[in-house]
C-alpha cells in the first residue's frame, strides 16, 4: 500500500485553522502585558537587592555598635556572640528568601523576552530550587510540576500564545508561595513584631544604656570621646533603619498588590497596571533613598 501525503494545499489549511483556533482560545502577551510583566521584574528585583543589602549590612551594624560597647565596658555583652540573634545563620535565611522572590522575578522576565528552552528551564529550575530553600514557605510538588510543564510547552508553531499561557500559569503556580515570602519580609521589618527590626532596636537601646552609664563617674572624662561616637553612632542607626523600614514595608505592601494584580494581567488586555506602575514607583523612591542612606 502506497503511503498517503498531504498535499501543500492541505498544509496550508492545517496552519490556517491551528492559526486561527489560536486566535480563538487566546492571543500572545500584548504590548501592555508584556510591558507589565517586565516592568513587575525589573522591580522586584530591585527589591530583593535592596532588602538582602540591609539585612547584611544591619548585622554589620550590629557587630559595630556591639564593639563599641565593649570598649565602653558593658560587662552585658557576650564576646562569643557579638553579632546577638543577627547570626550568620539568621541573616541567611532572609536572604535566601530575597533571593527566591528575585529568582521568581528573573524568570518572569526570561518568559516574556526569550523562546529558547534552555534559559526558560534553567530560569524556572533556579527559582523551584530557590523556593524550596526558604523556610516557612511552601511550593507543592504539583504546583511546581506545574511551572515546569508551562515552561516546557513554549515553543512551536503557536509560541507566542504558549508564552502568555506559561506566564499565567507561572504567575498561578507561584502565587501563595510569593505572597508568603512577602510577608515574611513584612514581618522582619515591622518594628512592632519580636523579629528582625524590634531585635536591631534593642541593640541600640542597650548602645545608648551603655554610652550614659560610661558619661558618669571617675572616668568619665577619658571616655568622652566613645561616649560620643556611641551616642551619634545610636542616633544615625536608628534614624537610618526607621526609615528603611518604612520603604521596604511599603515597598512590600506594594509588592504584594501588584502580585495580585499581576495574576490577572496575562489574562485580560484590559486589566489595570494601576497597582503594577504604583509598586514600581514606590521601588523607585526606595532605590533613590537607599542609595543616601546607606552611602559611604
Known amino acids: 500500500m502506497s503511503a ?114 534552555a534559559q526558560l528551564q534553567n530560569a524556572a529550575d533556579s527559582f523551584v530550587t530557590s523556593l524550596h530553600k526558604v523556610q516557612g514557605v511552601s511550593l507543592s510538588d504539583d504546583k511546581a510540576g506545574a511551572i515546569g510543564l508551562a515552561i516546557q510547552q513554549v515553543g512551536g508553531l503557536v509560541v507566542e500564545y504558549m508564552r502568555a499561557k506559561a506566564a499565567r500559569e507561572v504567575v498561578t503556580a507561584s502565587h501563595d508561595s510569593i505572597l508568603q515570602l512577602v510577608d515574611l519580609v513584612r514581618r522582619d521589618f515591622d518594628p512592632k513584631a519580636d523579629y528582625w527590626s524590634l531585635g536591631y532596636d534593642l541593640v541600640i537601646t542597650a548602645l545608648v544604656g551603655a554610652a550614659e552609664f560610661a558619661a558618669v563617674g571617675p572616668d568619665a572624662a577619658i571616655r568622652a570621646p566613645l561616649v560620643g561616637e556611641a551616642k551619634v553612632m545610636a542616633a544615625q542607626n536608628r534614624a537610618r533603619f526607621s526609615t528603611v523600614a518604612v520603604q521596604v514595608d511599603g515597598s512590600a505592601a506594594a509588592l504584594r498588590e501588584a502580585q495580585i494584580n499581576l495574576r490577572y494581567a496575562p489574562q485580560s488586555s484590559d486589566v489595570t497596571l494601576e497597582d503594577i506602575n504604583s509598586y514600581v514607583v514606590q521601588l523607585q523612591d526606595f532605590v533613590e533613598i537607599y542609595s543616601i542612606l546607606r552611602a559611604k
Do not use: W
Open 4 to 117: 498517503c501525503y498531504p498535499s501543500r494545499g492541505d498544509c496550508v489549511r492545517f496552519i490556517f485553522i491551528a492559526c486561527f483556533s489560536v486566535l480563538q482560545v487566546g492571543c500572545g502577551l500584548t504590548l501592555q502585558q508584556r510591558a507589565a510583566v517586565e516592568r513587575f521584574s525589573a522591580a522586584t528585583i530591585d527589591f530583593a537587592t535592596l532588602t538582602s543589602s540591609e539585612l547584611v549590612r544591619s548585622r554589620t551594624d550590629v557587630l559595630e555598635m556591639n564593639t563599641l560597647r565593649v570598649q565602653l565596658n558593658d560587662d552585658t555583652v557576650k564576646l562569643d556572640r557579638m553579632d546577638a540573634h543577627f547570626t550568620v545563620e539568621q541573616v541567611k535565611v532572609r536572604v535566601d528568601a530575597m533571593h527566591a522572590l528575585q529568582e521568581y522575578a528573573e524568570l518572569l522576565h526570561t518568559l516574556v523576552t526569550t523562546s529558547q528552552q
